[in-house]
């Protein structure tokens, strides 16, 4: 196993393009160590790039908010920034693991590990986010909701990046209501079996945008958008509780594993979406 440090962005990328065999990028190390720790990677070249300032910033313009790659969760909790222009994504992320792990994992480690279960990835999915990706000789910004293909695969190319996640603020002081809920085992520092983000906004009560995503219910977190349909445009009398569950079910496909039975999962979820809906 070889250990390689940049100086900084441009030879992080460099780094990159030049080597031919897999390598591993090494920020918080919350996922990573436990790997290398339990044998999963054992030859395979490590890059640490923790240290690069270049990708730990945060940035505010007019229409959009640009957070970097190795931005922490405790960063994102404590930052006035987010504060003052995504509130909703600072309160759902306040029981993220414990205070030792928010100092150390990154937005962007949490989105390029791939997981499920991530617990950054239906809150992002609902805001609309988009990643910028970089390589030495280009960069492309692309959809959150288009980033991943399957279980831990993704548009990214083996050059290239997550250097920003990007937040845009045109439409999210439109929704009048806003859910995140993680389910687990317990409180916190849990592993979600089900997880919901929705945003809402009415009028007289018709429901005139309605966004929803799922976490740990498919083999990646993914948007709602036959259950979006369907809601958008209609009364809250109208709403037919039976075909919001059928299309439910086309949807999400959860899996009964050592956690949690895929039935329970799927009640779960629907009984969120429920009384989101009617409350």
């Known amino acids: 196993m070889k250990f390689y440090k940049p100086d900084n962005l441009n030879e992080l990328l460099g780094y990159i393009n030049n080597l031919e065999n897999k390598f591993y990028l090494l920020a918080g190390g919350t996922d990573i160590n ?12 490590i ?13 505010d313009s007019e229409r ?3 957070l970097g790659t190795l931005v922490t969760f405790a960063e994102i909790l404590n930052s006035d920034l987010i504060s003052n222009n995504f509130p909703f994504l600072q309160e759902s992320l ?35 986010a988009k990643l910028e990706l970089v390589s030495s000789n280009s960069s492309r910004v692309v959809e959150i909701k288009d980033y991943f293909t399957g279980y831990k695969k993704t ?18 002081h439109l929704f009048t ?81 050592i956690r949690s039975d895929k039935e329970y999962r799927f009640q779960v979820f629907y009984n969120l979406l429920e009384n989101f809906l009617t409350v």
């Open 34 to 45: 436990v790997q290398i720790k339990n044998g999963f990677i054992n030859d395979e070249e």
């Open 47 to 59: 890059i640490y790039i923790n240290h690069l300032d270049e990708l730990r910033n945060i940035e």
């Open 64 to 66: 959009e908010l640009k």
């Open 94 to 128: 306040k029981n993220f693991a414990s205070p030792l792990l928010q100092n150390m994992a990154t937005i962007g480690g949490n989105i390029a590990n791939g997981s499920p279960t991530a617990d950054v990835l239906p809150l992002l999915l609902v805001l609309e």
């Open 155 to 172: 548009l990214l190319k083996s050059d290239e990046i997550i250097k920003n996640i990007i937040l845009s603020k045109d439409k999210y």
């Open 177 to 257: 209501k806003k859910l995140y809920k993680k389910v687990g085992a317990r409180n916190a520092l849990t592993i979600a079996k089900a997880a919901i983000a929705c945003l809402i906004k009415t009028n007289n009560q018709v429901i005139e945008d309605f966004v929803i995503a799922a976490g740990s219910l498919n083999e990646f977190a993914r948007r709602l958008y036959r259950v979006e349909n369907y809601l958008i445009g209609k009364k809250f009398s109208e709403l037919d509780y039976t075909e919001i569950e059928t299309l439910l079910r086309k949807e999400i496909t959860p899996i009964s594993d």
